[in-house]
């Protein structure tokens, strides 16, 4: 079936408004966590999952905070959020459980989405906080298995105004709107200007900012592969050329091609 569409003008529109029709093509590999997403399949999971989050009591403007470990998750769980009108609160995985605690009260999460790897940690925190419910990625006791959302009776997403909706609750709580996030995703493809022909190698990492969603998101609206490989891998030159890179992100922000 092919997934529900977004409001026109939505991060969610503008990333995936032609991911179905490039079917298998792949557009994500985490090398970290042994995952290929393809276009169609990415674009499924997203809208599939949130529409699962709408059956699940899921409202428009309610945060949702993002504390996971891998490039993969980051981008399922923060686009799926967007989708379902939600906004994401990207979370650093190197807090420790009060720091974790305190960004989830500031922001006023109410759900956080997690990794098995850092769920005992995340389940602790909530406690402390007004979360009520936990989704991971993978059978973790006390919370919702992602894929469960997968299977729920479709329902219809909400629509958003992107002019006046946010996106994103950033670490010090500045809050990035809808326009912001594909601006700054704009303002990365200034010096390389993606195609479908690229392969970018992404060697950031998920913490409270932006910049790796903007990428991810950069590259999928493009039509480009993103490989995803922790910055501390010891065969990066291995996986530039088996891969076929011609774009990798900097040290200090921003990318650039070979």
């Not at 109410?110 to 790897?117: A, E, H, M, Q, S």
């Not at 219809?156 to 809808?178: E, F, H, K, N, Y």
Request: net charge negative.
């Amino acid at each position: 079936m092919k997934p529900i569409v977004s409001s026109a003008g939505t991060v969610t529109n503008e990333v995936f408004g032609r991911a179905y029709e490039r079917g298998d093509r792949p557009a994500l590999v985490d090398l970290h966590g042994g995952l290929v997403y393809s276009y169609r399949r990415l674009v499924t999971e997203v809208t599939r999952a949130a529409s699962g989050m709408v059956r699940r009591g899921a409202r428009r403007e309610q945060v949702v905070g993002v504390h996971v470990s891998t490039a993969c998750a980051q981008t399922l769980a923060v686009h799926t959020v967007l989708a379902a009108g939600g906004v994401a609160a990207p979370l650093d995985p190197r807090l420790s459980g009060a720091e974790l605690a305190e960004r989830l009260s500031e922001c006023d999460a109410r759900t956080l989405i997690t990794t098995p790897d850092l769920a005992p940690l995340s389940l602790r925190a909530v406690e402390e906080s007004r979360v009520r419910q936990v989704i991971a990625f993978g059978s973790v006791v006390d919370t919702i298995d992602f894929e469960d959302l997968l299977n729920l009776e479709p329902a219809p997403l909400p629509t958003i105004d992107a002019r006046l909706q946010d996106a994103l609750v950033l670490s010090g709580g500045r809050r990035m709107g809808q326009a912001e996030l594909l601006a700054r995703m704009a303002e990365l493809d200034e010096r390389v200007k993606l195609t479908e022909s690229d392969v970018v190698l992404a060697t950031w990492k998920p913490d409270g900012g932006c910049d790796l969603i903007a990428l991810v998101g950069l590259a999928v609206l493009s039509g480009a592969l993103v490989v995803a490989a922790m910055s501390d891998a010891a065969d990066l030159p291995g996986t530039k050329h088996d891969f076929g890179v011609t774009v990798v992100t900097g040290p200090g922000g921003g990318f650039e091609r070979l």
